[in-house]
């Protein structure tokens, strides 16, 4: 297959010149434009499907003593949590043990926050690798994962009349610490908090032996009923034409790879287009809007493909003359380099080109389908095959797999996968464009095989 490198690379620059892309935020609206503008110019039809949320962005925060104006340094603020106003709130500050008290009435509660390091194996269970015989990491140690599970934490602190949180990472280098976007899987918490290094604990704890005050101050805009939409096209098959296969990623997130997926699915649109190519099944290709708001563009707390789903049955349910989906394969952060994190030296260091590729496969026949695309291609990197688990499933794939779509989804796990812009979440062209390779492969060997 002879995939137009050249265009990638134009295309993944342009994704570039955007910047982050939250969700209904300016930047992901002109992401998604350009994005339909692309498919229109291919000669696809596009199909939308907005929606309305509530959005809060951000746009500084600074923590400093109130006494002279000190600052102390932040790691950044978290999303969706609370704004202050310029004005701020000033508080004493009360450390937090375990268990969220009434003495935290009228202060910042101050959380310790452990980046944890836990066995890999419940969340992501293997079935296969490519190369044969690999073996996943045993265990797990993302940011994601300690963020996400704070979030009640921070509920319990506002509830018992905390005005704000600092949390402390610990375990963590300040390299990985600081611009992560994280949590997002939150709705507004109504109190402002902010995340900080270890580093900064001495002092925090210096200021609150004293009694001293801080003044903790969230800059940003709240507001509702803002648009956002999905969007996707259709390739009508030819032989089984109610059979659909969707193909499927998102268009929001705060750096290059988080998410690139939409990049690779115009390329393989335009390699369709230029090899004039012809499929028995309908292809669905969605771009999805919502990743970083899960909380609202999501159904029954599913991932944002979820509500795409809700709202265009007529492509995968089955039902009277709906198409039927036969595969759902989901495509995300493509091209990633491996690093990993060492607190002790407090610096992420570079391991090599190519970071772990997990695939969630939900049954025998699309392993052996996957399989045979890999032998054809003999993709770069490590490939680790996952069984598909409905609470235990990274990604947008796992709405489709909920809905009983059978899936192949493609999904890298980067330590800093939630960091706004770096060298370090900068795609490698090379490795994207080799993993496109694969994923077309793939799609065209599951339209003859299903």
């Given at each position: 297959?002879k995939?137009?490198?050249?265009q990638?690379?134009?295309w993944?620059?342009?994704?570039n ?9 300016d ?5 998604i434009r350009?994005l339909q ?11 939308r499907a907005?929606?309305?949320f ?8 600074q ?5 002279n104006?000190t600052p102390?340094?932040?790691?950044g603020?978290v999303p969706y ?5 310029p004005?701020g709130i ?6 937090c ?5 009434d003495?935290?009435r ?7 926050v452990?980046n ?9 269970q293997q079935?296969?690798?490519f190369?044969?015989?690999k073996?996943?990491?045993?265990l797990l140690?993302h940011?994601?994962?300690?963020s ?8 319990k602190?506002?509830n ?5 949180v600092?949390?402390i990472?610990?375990?963590?280098s300040e390299?990985l610490?600081?611009n992560e976007i ?5 709705d507004?918490l109504?109190i402002?908090?902010?995340w900080?290094?270890?580093k ?8 609150c032996h004293?009694n001293?005050t801080?003044?903790l ?6 507001k509702?009923?803002?648009?956002t939409?999905?969007?996707?096209t259709?390739i009508k ?7 659909t296969?969707?193909i499927?990623?998102h268009?929001?997130g705060p750096n ?15 390699y ?6 012809n499929?028995r ?8 809007s ?5 909380s609202q563009a999501g159904i029954h707390g ?12 007529q492509y995968w349910d089955g039902?009277?003359?709906?198409g039927k989906?036969?595969l ?6 493509l ?10 030296q407090n610096?992420?260091?570079?391991q ?11 049954n025998?026949?699309?392993l ?5 695309a ?7 990197g ?5 069984k598909c688990l409905?609470t235990a499933y990274?990604?947008e794939?796992?709405p489709l797999?909920?809905?009983g779509i059978?899936?192949?989804s493609?999904?890298c ?6 960091q706004?812009a770096?060298?370090r979440n ?5 490795l994207m464009f080799?993993?496109i ?7 065209t ?6």
């Amino acid at each position: 297959m002879k995939l137009n490198l050249d265009q990638l690379i134009k295309w993944q620059y342009i994704l570039n010149s955007y910047g982050p892309r939250l969700t209904g935020t300016d930047s992901h609206n002109r992401f998604i434009r350009f994005l339909q503008t692309e498919v229109s110019k291919l000669g696809y039809p596009i199909k939308r499907a907005p929606f309305n949320f509530n959005r809060t962005t951000i746009d500084n925060s600074q923590l400093t003593m109130t006494s002279n104006h000190t600052p102390i340094q932040l790691s950044g603020p978290v999303p969706y949590s609370g704004i202050t106003g310029p004005e701020g709130i000033t508080a004493p500050l009360k450390f937090c043990h375990k268990i969220i008290t009434d003495k935290v009435r009228g202060k910042i509660a101050v959380i310790n926050v452990r980046n944890l390091t836990i066995p890999s194996w419940p969340l992501m269970q293997q079935i296969d690798s490519f190369p044969q015989h690999k073996h996943k990491p045993g265990l797990l140690r993302h940011p994601l994962v300690s963020s996400t599970l704070i979030i009640n934490t921070i509920l319990k602190a506002k509830n018992k009349g905390a005005k704000g949180v600092l949390l402390i990472w610990h375990n963590i280098s300040e390299e990985l610490a600081v611009n992560e976007i994280l949590p997002f899987t939150n709705d507004y918490l109504g109190i402002p908090a902010v995340w900080v290094h270890e580093k900064q604990q001495p002092l925090l704890e210096k200021t609150c032996h004293a009694n001293k005050t801080v003044t903790l101050t969230i800059n940003g805009h709240a507001k509702e009923e803002v648009t956002t939409e999905s969007f996707s096209t259709m390739i009508k098959g030819t032989e089984s034409k109610n059979q659909t296969i969707i193909i499927n990623t998102h268009t929001d997130g705060p750096n290059a790879i988080e998410d690139n997926g939409p990049i690779a699915l115009l390329t393989m649109l335009k390699y369709i287009k230029d090899q004039k190519m012809n499929f028995r099944h309908t292809f669905i290709f969605c771009f999805v809007s919502g990743h970083f708001q899960i909380s609202q563009a999501g159904i029954h707390g599913g991932q944002a493909t979820s509500r795409w789903l809700k709202d265009s049955r007529q492509y995968w349910d089955g039902h009277s003359t709906h198409g039927k989906a036969v595969l759902g394969i989901t495509v995300e952060h493509l091209g990633v380099d491996s690093y990993t994190d060492n607190p002790r030296q407090n610096r992420l260091i570079y391991q090599n080109m190519s970071d772990s590729m997990y695939v969630y496969v939900s049954n025998q026949r699309n392993l052996s389908i996957l399989n045979e695309a890999m032998k054809v291609t003999q993709p770069l990197g490590n490939y680790y095959m996952l069984k598909c688990l409905k609470t235990a499933y990274f990604g947008e794939g796992q709405p489709l797999f909920q809905n009983g779509i059978p899936t192949i989804s493609f999904i890298c796990m980067p330590l800093t996968l939630c960091q706004l812009a770096s060298f370090r979440n900068e795609p490698n062209i090379r490795l994207m464009f080799n993993q496109i390779n694969l994923i077309m492969q793939l799609l065209t060997l599951s339209d003859r095989r299903l």
